[in-house]
T-cell receptor, first 115, second 114 residues
Framework: DTAVSQTPKYLVTQMGNDKSIKCEQN?????MYWYKQDSKKFLKIMFS???????INETVPNRFSPKSPDKAHLNLHINSLELGDSAVYFC??????????????FGPGTRLLVL | LAKTTQPISMDSYEGQEVNITCSHNNIATNDYITWYQQFPSQGPRFIIQGYKTKVTNEVASLFIPADRKSSTLSLPRVSLSDTAVYYC???????????????FGKGTHLIIQP
């Protein structure tokens, strides 16, 4: 069973289009995240939600809008796609483990290519 | 902001022990140190986490000196399948902390040769 799943796995689209990436976790976790990994392999946090509430928004253009319909889902909608949005987008989830920081579980990634 | 510094790349051979060091001079009192591993075309995977001294699990060991300004990930008897990028994170991720604990940095590209 897949713990954190993302759809689609690959996404090729034209500049200016609007697209969505879906993420689901079946781990019962409270916190979910979106990361962007660019061509240089830098992995950067974009958003974090805890119990459907946005708790981190890291200077991401407002063309990116996360939506969490419930604790198990965190979708990423991107408006007016630009060439620079081409990257791999990873979804992750985590759960409180007591004193230590939460371990994150990552999805397989969605490879977005904007032409 | 507890920034981390790691070597960009390392090479080793099968069967060897590999030690990857991460510097984090500005680590805060509440910060933990976490290491993740990422294979090509996959998401990062948790390896180990610690606060001080030594932590060991079935995959690796983590050595943290008393001043906590650095940490060393030790992989015993590596194999070809250990070729990956290894990330050191320092901080306290949400909801207890902020984005600091989610800063992956550049990572160390470990290449294991036969």
């Amino acid at each position: 069973d897949t713990a954190v799943s993302q759809t689609p796995k690959y996404l090729v689209t034209q500049m200016g289009n609007d697209k969505s990436i879906k993420c689901e976790q079946n781990l019962g976790h409270d916190t979910m995240y979106w990361y962007k990994q660019d061509s240089k392999k830098f992995l950067k946090i974009m958003f974090s939600y805890n119990n459907k509430e946005l708790i981190i928004n890291e200077t991401v253009p407002n063309r990116f809008s996360p939506k969490s319909p419930d604790k198990a889902h965190l979708n990423l909608h991107i408006n007016s796609l630009e060439l620079g949005d081409s990257a791999v987008y990873f979804c992750a989830s985590s759960h409180p483990s007591g004193r230590a920081p939460e371990t994150q579980y990552f999805g397989p990634g969605t490879r977005l290519l904007v032409l | 902001l507890a920034k981390t510094t790691q070597p960009i790349s390392m090479d080793s051979y099968e069967g060897q022990e590999v030690n990857i060091t991460c510097s984090h001079n500005n680590i805060a009192t509440n910060d933990y140190i976490t290491w993740y591993q990422q294979f090509p075309s996959q998401g990062p995977r948790f390896i180990i986490q610690g606060y001080k001294t030594k932590v060991t699990n079935e995959v690796a060991s983590l050595f943290i000196p008393a001043d906590r300004k650095s940490s060393t990930l030790s992989l015993p008897r590596v194999s070809l399948s250990d070729t990956a990028v290894y990330y050191c994170l320092v901080g306290d991720p949400p909801p207890g902390g902020g984005a600091d604990g989610l800063t992956f940095g550049k990572g160390t590209h470990l290449i294991i040769q036969p």
